[in-house]
């Protein structure tokens, strides 16, 4: 594997790995493309505490100490179990660290989402969030779904006066058309977009190709599902072979070669995935191995 980090059998990865995966431009903050989503630090169905809440300390630890400065969250992780976790680990935090977070889903029980994007709704989430996380200010702020019952203008309108009254500094969107991005951009400034994308879901294929002709950060959650893709002799098989990883690490390093304006943000409660995961920003893959990726993901 090119540009391998060092690793001992109990340290795992040294050095700051994270920072082979280049930087963009968030807004007012700079941020390694390689990121961490905190959604998996809670129990079964994304309800309830963790199994082990030490450990998920030492993952959100471990991630900071490779070199992840973009952890993203959200008030429904728990829900308010993620931001209470991530803020016990890492508060006061690190001055390059920007945790984003994001609301207008509620939770009713384990594995149920509802949207929920009154301006007063979405107005109480952002202040609760401020005091979970411990901060005078959310750096990036996304509107977890669009309320179909709630006109998107006010949802949006919403989200400006945030800006404007110092709460928050950037907004983001989730699980949006290219049509939506747009109509929000015309009330409120939108940094990034967090949609469903792996090599296995191209669906949001012409949302990439919109974002980085316009610049927007792509934030891809899910990102290392592969599937069947990394069945024997697959082509995600095939490739974690020749170079020696493993199929996440060849997923996560297609996703970063795929766009300069891709931010995966893979998640995980455990400090050995979370080591894996950041050696994947050191990973190179050559002109034929991303076209047979390329191929196996255009096909899926």
């Given at each position: 594997?090119?540009?391998?980090?060092?690793?001992?059998?109990?340290?795992?990865?040294?050095?700051?790995?994270?920072?082979?995966?280049?930087?963009?431009?968030?807004?007012?903050?700079?941020?390694?493309?390689?990121?961490?989503?905190?959604?998996?630090?809670?129990?079964?169905?994304?309800?309830?505490e963790p199994a082990d809440r030490a450990e998920c300390i030492r993952v959100l630890r471990r991630a900071v100490e490779l070199g992840v400065d973009?952890?993203?969250?959200?008030?429904?992780?728990?829900?308010?179990?993620?931001?209470?976790?991530?803020?016990?680990?890492?508060?006061?935090?690190?001055?390059?660290?920007?945790?984003?977070?994001?609301?207008?889903?509620?939770?009713?029980?384990?594995?149920?989402?509802?949207?929920?994007?009154?301006?007063?709704?979405?107005?109480?989430?952002?202040?609760?969030?401020?005091?979970?996380?411990?901060?005078?200010?959310?750096?990036?702020?996304?509107?977890?779904?669009?309320?179909?019952?709630?006109?998107?203008?006010?949802?949006?309108?919403?989200?400006?006066?945030?800006?404007?009254e110092g709460k928050v500094a950037q907004i983001g969107l989730s699980q949006v058309s290219i049509a939506e991005i747009e109509a929000a951009r015309?009330?409120?400034?939108?940094?990034?977009?967090?949609?469903?994308?792996?090599?296995?879901?191209?669906?949001?294929?012409?949302?990439?190709?919109?974002?980085?002709?316009?610049?927007?950060?792509?934030?891809?959650?899910?990102?290392?599902?592969?599937?069947?893709?990394?069945?024997?002799?697959?082509?995600?098989?095939?490739?974690?072979?020749?170079?020696?990883?493993?199929?996440?690490?060849?997923?996560?390093?297609?996703?970063?070669?795929?766009?300069?304006?891709?931010?995966?943000?893979?998640?995980?409660?455990?400090?050995?995935?979370?080591?894996?995961?950041?050696?994947?920003?050191?990973?190179?893959?050559?002109h034929d191995q991303l076209a047979t990726l390329a191929t196996a993901h255009a096909n899926s």
């Amino acid at each position: 594997m090119p540009d391998q980090i060092a690793t001992g059998p109990a340290t795992g990865p040294t050095g700051r790995p994270v920072r082979s995966s280049g930087t963009f431009q968030l807004g007012e903050r700079t941020v390694h493309r390689l990121g961490y989503g905190a959604m998996q630090i809670t129990g079964p169905g994304i309800w309830g505490e963790p199994a082990d809440r030490a450990e998920c300390i030492r993952v959100l630890r471990r991630a900071v100490e490779l070199g992840v400065d973009l952890i993203d969250t959200a008030d429904s992780y728990g829900p308010e179990v993620s931001e209470d976790i991530i803020r016990e680990a890492l508060h006061p935090y690190p001055d390059d660290l920007v945790v984003a977070t994001k609301a207008g889903l509620v939770r009713t029980g384990p594995g149920q989402w509802f949207p929920v994007g009154r301006p007063e709704y979405l107005r109480q989430q952002c202040e609760m969030s401020l005091r979970r996380l411990g901060v005078e200010r959310i750096e990036l702020f996304q509107l977890h779904r669009i309320d179909a019952q709630v006109p998107a203008a006010e949802q949006f309108g919403l989200l400006a006066d945030l800006v404007t009254e110092g709460k928050v500094a950037q907004i983001g969107l989730s699980q949006v058309s290219i049509a939506e991005i747009e109509a929000a951009r015309a009330v409120v400034p939108i940094v990034s977009v967090q949609n469903l994308y792996n090599l296995t879901n191209n669906s949001s294929e012409d949302v990439l190709d919109h974002c980085t002709a316009q610049g927007l950060a792509f934030i891809p959650w899910f990102p290392i599902a592969s599937g069947v893709l990394t069945n024997p002799g697959g082509p995600v098989d095939a490739v974690a072979k020749e170079t020696g990883a493993t199929p996440s690490q060849v997923a996560l390093a297609w996703l970063l070669h795929r766009s300069p304006v891709m931010l995966p943000i893979p998640g995980t409660s455990s400090v050995a995935h979370v080591e894996e995961n950041c050696v994947a920003a050191t990973l190179v893959l050559n002109h034929d191995q991303l076209a047979t990726l390329a191929t196996a993901h255009a096909n899926s």
